[in-house]
């Protein structure tokens, strides 16, 4: 029996587990009492780490499609085959006939964090795509153009807050996002432990609403008129306190001015939250001791999505809690943080590209996946011809699944780095599957950003593996679009990435010695943080090295071309004449959002029989109210249309839901011919995706409305 400690890779919350081996067999995995983060908080999730090691569906050897067969192939035929069709791809077609979608597991592997970039930028493809579009992009938008880095995005201090408004999240089941946090529920009861309150905003009566102090179930796609009116009380109250960021703050007057028509009495009707209330709740902001404004994906996925995003960060400075403890602050992670430095950088910009067909524009340079079917099905110069896929479902997570589906098949190629044939790597001509995560070593990079409290941790591979590691297969790939062919010198690839990442980080690359790989890059990385941190600081920590609270950073952070905290950026105001219409407009008697679950993550996790076991959890939920009106009863079959499409799905009435809305959870529709994942295809559920419309935007970021599409909704027929 042998037992290793590991960071779980498998969502934000960074816990640290213990998992214990029998030989090569994983016996139990518990979370680790002695990390120094999670204090031994574990979830089903990553209790099923051993169920996804062993999953016998999970591919170990290369794909190749041969007469629309896959058949199992050696990795050194696989990339002579991308060799010989890829490369005349780029070179009759041009970088941008090539595209690539990265999913939300890359961010979670460290290889395809680190070397993926490499990747990308070798391809230089304007037309990049990853689930940021039907995610969180509105939150990068919003803290690029007020802070002037994308990723400077402030999180709530959780441990010390004594008031805590959260919007469209879930994190007790969500386990935390854009917010780094394990046991979000022990956090919350400390909230309510120390005197303090937390407040849910949510069409839903999710878990972490009923354990909140207080919950408004507000309409779908109107958290920005709320926020607005509380945005609106606060100035007519004169109780703008900005505080020590009073200086460094630009924008309030212009604030104060578009928040003018923003009353609450003309939010009430279409918020679904009275007027009093929004009073009230602008006074308990006002009048806590520390307190902090969080929206999660229901605010991100909707027609009003950064205005939604800019607003809860406008709220957090005019009550003075942006950087201050107890109020939302930015993280100093130890490796990899582009604002742990005071260089400078170039000013945020978006709309540097615009895609081709909808001219719609970038964003952090990725175009959104609502257009992706666009730009494979539209004839003329730039056309997509050849598709990479890097740990992602788009088949499942796109908007308007369906027609993507059918627009992969156009395809002259495509390659997907995937542990599973599923519903999208089906499509590919070639899949590369990677080592499962207890094979490969891994470093939170990008989680880190977003933590709650500062910390580091550093976890080798807990099981040797024949697998080429992911870093590996991306510099083949590297070099075949490099034109270095299929067998290219990946030592020297990996030499020149690591030279890279030494420069940028001003350190010889010699200083890390003989390692190669992730290991190097992030021994770099972290020599280069503001701890003064190697990798065999971390290697002789197991459980993690504890960096502290967080600290307040304001001003060294800031990075706009002022120099200051830009409350009221022209690019994102433009957008407030929009929101303003809406004060005006009929609302759709029923709207669909999504619901997360907390054994699953998105559509990656339904092959593994612990997560799925038990009742149907793709279902449909209803108020009895709308379940009588339209006839449907408990258990039924309810037929969901969109503009989009259609699906049928069984119906749970519960008034744990808003009257007007309805609630599928996504990731979900395992029925595809052609897939290897039998007990996903055992639990199929239906494709929420499928109803979503790829024309239905927030308007500025490009991400999709997947809270608030109008359906229509009947008892299905037989
Ligand atoms: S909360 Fe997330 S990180 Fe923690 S055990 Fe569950 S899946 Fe893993």
């Known amino acids: 029996m042998t037992t290793a400690h590991v960071t779980c890779p498998l969502c934000e919350a960074t816990c640290g587990l213990e998992v214990t081996f029998d030989g090569d067999t994983v016996t139990e995995v518990r979370g680790d009492a002695e990390d120094v983060f999670s204090h031994g908080f574990i979830c089903p999730k990553g209790a099923s780490l051993g169920a996804l090691h062993h999953d016998p569906d999970r591919l170990r050897t290369p794909l190749i499609k041969r007469n629309g067969e896959f058949v199992e192939a050696s990795w050194d035929e696989a990339f002579a085959e991308i060799d010989a069709r890829l490369r005349p791809v780029l070179e009759k077609h041009g970088r941008d006939a090539v595209a690539v979608y990265a999913g939300n597991p890359s961010v979670h592997n460290l290889a395809v964090f680190l070397y993926g970039r490499a990747l990308y930028k070798a391809i230089g493809t304007k037309n990049f795509y990853t689930a940021g579009t039907v995610d969180q992009i509105p939150k990068h938008f919003s803290c690029g153009y007020m802070f002037g880095d994308p990723v400077s995005i402030p999180v709530p201090d959780l441990d010390r807050t004594r008031f805590l408004l959260m919007l469209g999240a879930n994190p007790l089941v969500s386990n935390g996002s854009l917010m780094t946090a394990p ?340 021994d770099l990385l972290l020599r280069a943080g503001p701890y003064d941190l190697t990798l065999a600081d971390l290697e002789a920590s197991p459980h993690g090295v504890d960096l502290g609270p967080l600290r307040p950073r304001m001003p060294d952070i800031l990075n706009t071309a002022r120099g200051k905290i830009e409350l009221a950026p022209e690019a994102i105001t433009g957008d407030v004449p929009r929101l303003a219409a809406e004060l005006d407009t009929d609302v759709s008697p029923l709207v669909l959002i999504g619901r997360r679950q907390l054994s699953s993550n998105n559509s990656w996790m339904h092959n593994l029989e612990p997560l799925v076991r038990g009742t149907n959890r793709c279902t449909l939920h209803v108020h009895p109210e ?77 991400t999709a409305v997947l809270n608030g599409i109008p359906i229509d909704v009947e008892p299905a027929s037989g």
């Open 183 to 522: 046991d979000v529920r022990g956090r919350l009861r400390g909230i309510r432990e120390r005197g303090g309150r937390v407040v849910v905003v949510d069409p839903r009566r999710t878990r972490t609403a009923e354990l909140a102090d207080e919950h408004y179930p507000i309409r779908p796609g109107a958290d920005a008129l709320l926020l607005f009116a509380l945005v609106h009380v606060l100035c007519a109250q004169r109780r703008v306190a900005l505080g020590r960021l009073a200086e460094h703050v630009v924008g309030v007057d212009e604030v104060r001015e578009l928040a003018k028509p923003f009353t609450p009495e003309a939010v009430a009707p279409r918020t679904g939250i009275p007027a009093y209330d929004i009073r009230r709740l602008a006074g308990e902001l006002a009048d806590a001791e520390s307190a902090a404004v969080y929206g999660r994906i229901g605010t991100t996925t909707q027609s009003f999505g950064t205005l939604t995003s800019w607003l809860v960060d406008v709220l957090n400075v005019l009550t003075g809690n942006l950087d201050r403890e107890g109020g939302a602050m930015f993280p100093l992670a130890a490796a990899g943080q582009a604002n742990s430095t005071r260089n400078r950088r170039k000013p945020f910009s978006t709309g540097r590209w615009r895609s081709r067909v909808r001219d719609l524009p970038e964003v952090i340079g990725e175009i959104p996946v609502a257009t992706l079917a666009d730009e494979i099905n539209t004839p003329g110069e730039g056309q997509v011809r050849a598709l990479l896929t890097v740990c992602g479902n788009p088949c499942l997570s796109a908007p308007n699944a369906g027609r993507l589906a059918e627009a992969l098949r156009q395809l002259d190629f495509m390659v997907s780095l995937d542990i599973y044939l599923n519903e999208t790597s089906r499509h590919a001509d070639v899949i590369l599957p990677g080592p499962s995560p207890l094979e490969r070593p891994h470093y939170p990079v990008g989680l880190y950003q977003f933590t709650v409290h500062n910390v580091a941790n550093w976890t080798p591979p807990a099981r040797p593996t024949d697998l080429p590691q992911d870093w590996q297969t991306l510099l083949r790939l590297t070099g075949i679009v490099t034109g270095q062919g299929p067998n290219a010198d990946i030592a020297a690839l990996d030499a020149f990435v690591a030279g890279e990442v030494a420069k940028g980080a001003g350190l010889d690359v010699s200083v890390a010695g003989e390692r190669t790989g992730p290991e190097r890059l992030v």
């Open 626 to 702: 709308d379940a009588n009106r339209i006839g449907l009863a408990h258990g039924g079959m309810a037929t969901v249309r969109s503009r989009a499409g259609k699906i049928e799905v069984p119906v749970e009435i519960t008034s744990q839901i808003r009257p007007g809305v309805i609630s599928i959870p996504h990731g979900w529709g395992h029925h595809a011919e052609g897939t290897r994942t039998a007990v996903a295809t055992a639990h199929a559920g239906a494709n929420s995706n499928v109803l979503a419309d790829e024309y239905l935007l927030d308007e500025l970021s490009g």
